[in-house]
């Protein structure tokens, strides 16, 4: 039977693939805006500014839904990663902030042709450092960096984050999100000229993650073994792989015929089973090696609560992003 404490880390495993898929590829927007060239380098950046504006915001509730468990349901580990994880953790939430205020900016300084170059840049650099430091982060607490005796951990602010293991998985979440930007963008307009623009993209950018995964699985050999060796060697290990596989074969295969809605299909697949694996191998713990999940829960009261409340929850949330999807993103853009 499933304890409430995996119950929960459950459902922040959900909040943080929903964050990806959503969130990541807004992220992968703000670096194909920097990288936007050829003939059609305006249109590219208003398909991208149009497609991102209605939605940027709250695709943002689904890093608070994890962060809130994490606060509310694990103290102790939020605790650890909080100092741990202090540097990266606060340049993360500055690119997030700036990445939404040069967005804004943007939009509406009153003297555009000016900033917009300034704002611009900005915009795509901070997308780029978010995502960054989030794939650090994860990798942290995963490669046993973080050492923690007595709810305080014990390693400093600095060592546990710099590794070329764990910049080598910033540098992965980067290329994913851009994967996916770049794949859902095809499916934002109707014009074949600005599809195949993001089809090369998300074709180019896929080779990327490729190279960055395979990177990363060589680096994790030698700096992450326990993780690598639960990815590679337990019972869910071939289906898992298997799937991932597929899901990635089949969206370039997608791609190069032009079938846009199963690529996404098959790209959202393949970032959700790759955080499923993630998550498969870090279990029962936190933050390897020091907390585990049981150790670090609330009491059973509180996490029934929280269980309680997010059930309750659903039924606001889902029919109210729902609904901001049907209205803002039912259509494509016809015209840039």
């Known amino acids: ?40 380098t305006a249109r590219q950046r208003v398909l991208i500014e149009r497609s991102i504006a209605p939605v940027w915001e709250a695709n943002h509730v689904w ?138 993209r998300a074709l180019i950018s896929g080779a990327v993650v490729g190279f960055f995964a395979l990177v990363t699985g060589l680096l994790a050999s030698e700096h992450a073994q326990e993780f690598q060796g639960k990815l590679l060697s337990s019972w869910w290990t071939w289906p898992l792989q298997i799937g991932t596989g597929l899901a990635a074969i089949g969206a370039f295969a997608s791609l190069w015929h032009r079938e846009y809605r199963l690529a996404r299909f098959l790209a959202a697949t393949q970032v959700s089973l790759i955080l499923v694996g993630w998550a498969s191998s870090q279990h029962p713990f936190l933050i390897y090696p020091d907390i585990r999940i049981a150790e670090a829960a609330a009491p059973d009261s509180t996490l029934r609560l929280l269980l309680i409340a997010l059930s309750a929850g659903v039924f606001v949330l889902f029919p109210s992003l729902y609904w901001l999807f049907r209205i803002f993103k039912s259509g494509k853009t016809r015209s840039v």
């Not at 194909?32 to 003939?39: F, K, N, Q, V």
């Not at 951990?153 to 770049?182: E, K, R």
């Open 63 to 200: 890093l608070i839904l994890v962060i809130v468990l994490l606060f509310s349901g694990f103290p102790p580990a939020f605790s650890a990663m909080s100092i741990a994880l202090h540097i990266p953790l606060t340049l993360m939430l500055i690119g997030i902030v700036l990445r939404g205020a040069a967005f804004t900016f943007r939009q509406y300084d009153p003297e555009r042709k000016k900033s917009e170059i300034l704002w611009g840049r900005v915009f795509a650099l901070s997308s780029i450092i978010a995502p960054f430091f989030l794939g650090v982060c994860l990798a942290s607490i995963t490669q046993g960096s973080i050492r923690v005796s007595n709810g305080i951990p014990t390693t400093g602010f600095f060592w546990p984050w710099i590794g070329w293991f764990q910049f080598s998985v910033g540098l992965f979440a980067v290329a994913l999100f851009a994967f996916l930007a770049a794949v859902y963008l095809t499916l934002e307009t109707d014009d074949r000229e600005l599809q195949d623009d993001f089809r090369i």
């Open 1 to 40: 039977m499933i304890s409430l404490a995996d119950a929960l880390a459950m459902v922040a495993l959900v909040g943080l693939i929903a964050y990806a898929l959503l969130g990541g590829a807004d992220f992968g927007g703000g670096l194909w805006d920097i990288l936007a060239s050829g003939p059609r």
